[in-house]
């Protein structure tokens, strides 16, 4: 068994899945939309997820997203 | 699957992904985007837990050699023990690499 | 505009602010609503953010029924928005009604395995680690199957989610019955030495905003 986890409570267990539900679950909106990772454009297209950069995609907004 | 010294599908997936995306990304963890490593490790985790699985259901049926089940086993180790070395690397946890890549999740 | 959930068309507008300090608005087509914030600056979304997201649909749950969406998305304009709700809202909205009244559990469980990084035994050929590999999967799927079977009566639908060690299982679970799971796998705890189980939620149904029969019919 992972000892950090055994060091974790059971609301910050929890909450690690709430955190991964969050940005795992939900409904995906596909087509034109573009979706930033670390200053790194990934777009959605279909079930594809290709690497593009920005500007070159007829596209809306760019959100970076950052591990803390 | 060969018994020869041609290495077998899992031995070409096996090194071809994980030194090409090791080329790819920034050898210094100061620099490197996190979540950009995060990303690439976990899809480099699924295709393990995938051919893991391919594997496991093989050796079930009884599709595979001696020789063959040797090494695929061998494979996957190293292949398991490269993760290890690349999570320490970059500081992420297994847990890092849970993100959920909806359809290709449904895969395992 | 960073897109919230989907809402009945005729949910009441959520109070308060979003991610960004700005207000929380609702975006109205004919069979179903978008809860948006008008975001301007781009967003550096961080663990806490998503977190923070997660605070403020939990919130907004309480008030109206809803369908996360994906944190984050964003789209640039109103019509955007617009025409993705024209274009879906008629399975939204079934989803939606389908979806009433039920909330998403996260059971998390896990057990002793060997510590096959220090197992010396199960590293010495390929055959033997494929072996363990195959014992350890074994058992994920039989706990899997024993944790579904325990709590069939209460979870509608049951989604296996990704999970390094242990399994992770998100439960669509009606609120009335949610003591009655809990009780069930705190039992299956107790029935095993060394077991953890935790119980996450209630959450909105994250996991369940696709109808998985009709996706994989």
Not at chain 2, 32 to 54: D, F, H, P, S, Y
Not at chain 3, 91 to 100: F, M, V, Y
């Amino acid at each position: 068994m992972s000892d950090a986890t055994e060091k974790w409570s059971d609301d910050q267990v929890a909450l690690v899945d709430l955190i991964d539900r969050v940005i795992g679950g939900g409904v995906v909106i596909t087509g034109d939309v573009v979706i930033g990772i670390a200053g790194v454009d990934l777009v959605y297209l279909g079930l594809r997820l290709v690497l593009a950069p920005a500007h070159e995609v007829d596209q809306s907004v760019v959100l970076g997203r950052r591990s803390a | 699957m060969t018994f020869d010294d041609t290495p077998s599908p899992f031995d070409r997936i096996a090194e071809t992904s994980l030194d090409s995306l090791t080329g790819r990304v920034s050898a210094d963890p100061e620099t490197v985007e996190r979540g950009l490593v995060q990303l690439v490790l976990t899809l480099v985790e699924l295709l393990r837990q995938l051919m893991e699985r391919q594997a496991v259901r093989r050796l079930d049926a009884g599709a595979m050699t001696p020789e063959e089940t040797e090494r695929v086993g061998r494979t996957l180790m190293l292949l398991e023990n490269r993760m290890a070395e690349l999570r320490d690397y970059f500081g992420l946890t297994p847990e890092d690499l849970n993100l959920d890549l909806g359809p290709l999740g449904k895969l395992l | 505009m960073l897109l919230y959930a989907v809402v009945p068309p005729d949910a009441a507008a959520p109070n308060g602010a979003g991610l960004g300090g700005h207000r929380l608005e609702t975006i109205r087509s004919a069979l179903a609503a978008m809860i948006v914030e008008e975001c301007p600056d781009r967003l550096d979304a961080t663990n806490e953010d998503s977190q923070t997201f997660a605070e403020i649909l939990c919130n907004v749950a309480t008030t109206t029924p809803l369908l996360p969406i994906r944190f984050p998305t964003m789209l640039t304009t109103r019509s955007a928005v617009l025409a993705e709700l024209q274009a879906h809202e008629t399975a939204w909205r079934s989803r939606l009604d389908e979806l009433h009244g039920l909330s998403e559990l996260v059971i998390r469980a896990q057990w002793p395995e060997p510590d096959h990084e220090l197992d010396a035994a199960s590293r010495r050929s390929g055959t033997s680690y494929l072996e363990g590999r195959a014992a350890a999967l074994r058992r994920r799927d039989a706990s899997v199957a024993e944790i579904s079977e325990l709590v069939r009566d209460w979870a509608r639908e049951i989604k296996v989610l990704p999970s390094q060690q242990g399994i992770r299982l998100a439960c669509l679970v009606a609120n009335a019955d949610m003591p009655q799971l809990r009780e069930a796998v705190l039992g299956w705890q107790q029935a095993g030495d060394h077991r953890q189980a935790v119980v996450g939620g209630p959450w909105p149904p994250f996991s369940f905003v696709v109808d998985q029969e009709a996706e994989s019919a």
